[in-house]
T-cell receptor, first 114, second 110 residues
Framework: ETGVTQTPRHLVMGMTNKKSLKCEQH?????MYWYKQSAKKPLELMFV???????ENNSVPSRFSPECPNSSHLFLHLHTLQPEDSALYLC?????????????FGSGTRLTVV | GIQVEQSPPDLILQEGANSTLRCNFS?????LQWFHQNPWGQLINLFY???GTKQNGRLSATTVATERYSLLYISSSQTTDSGVYFC????????????FGQGTTLQVKP
């Protein structure tokens, strides 16, 4: 375990479903991130939260809705997804907002949209 | 934005062999990390190396920031080294953004 925990590890959902991904860190970090990893593509940054405030939305479709209730928890709410949204979704955290001291990643949630 | 290129894209080694992975980046960076992604998808931080050389067991890394590249050395490779190796940089103009290369997929055969 890296200190960043993601649940569930695997998720299969239909295009009309609503589901949520959860990320939790107990490292005392102040920034949290969602990344998407699709097959044969580099990791893509989706959202950045610093001290619970969203500071980056990398042109992500509105069917992905992040929530950060506190510095230790980050959610990604999913609704009316498309099959091309199937991917590995990775959560990360860093001590400082700039990530100057490095990022720590969770194990990811492998999402399949059917 | 900053571009990160890794080479080679794929690498097959016999167990016990040594290898060097390269990461080139197009602009000045605040910091750089090397990650190993295991077959289950987890990204494990190997090195946090903005400049200089670090070693951890059979792995070592060198970053020459002025020439915009970093190298990851794997010596006496083992089958457990298989997976994808990513280089990621924090651009000096992209605070809070970790930009990844496309990765090097390593397969170590017994």
């Amino acid at each position: 375990e890296t200190g960043v925990t993601q649940t569930p590890r695997h998720l299969v959902m239909g295009m009309t479903n609503k589901k949520s991904l959860k990320c939790e860190q107990h490292l005392g970090h102040n920034a949290m991130y969602w990344y998407k990893q699709s097959a044969k593509k580099p990791l893509e940054l989706m959202f950045v939260y610093n001290f619970k405030e969203q500071t980056e939305n990398n042109s992500v479709p509105s069917r992905f809705s992040p929530e950060c209730p506190n510095s230790s928890h980050l959610f990604l709410h999913l609704h009316t997804l498309q099959p091309e949204d199937s991917a590995l979704y990775l959560c990360a955290s860093s001590q400082d907002p700039g990530g100057f001291y490095g990022y720590t990643f969770g194990s990811g949630t492998r999402l399949t949209v059917v | 934005g900053i571009q990160v290129e890794q080479s080679p894209p794929d690498l097959i080694l016999q167990e016990g062999a040594n290898s060097t992975l390269r990461c080139n980046f197009s602009d000045s960076v605040n910091n750089l990390q090397w990650f190993h992604q295991n077959p289950w998808g987890q990204l494990i931080n190997l090195f946090y190396i903005p400049s200089g050389t670090k070693q951890n067991g059979r792995l070592s890394a060198t970053t020459v920031a002025t020439e915009r590249y970093s190298l990851l050395y794997i010596s006496s490779s083992q089958t457990t080294d298989s997976g994808v190796y990513f280089c990621a940089v924090y651009g000096s103009s992209n605070t809070g953004k970790l930009i990844f290369g496309q990765g090097t997929t390593l397969q170590v055969k017994p």
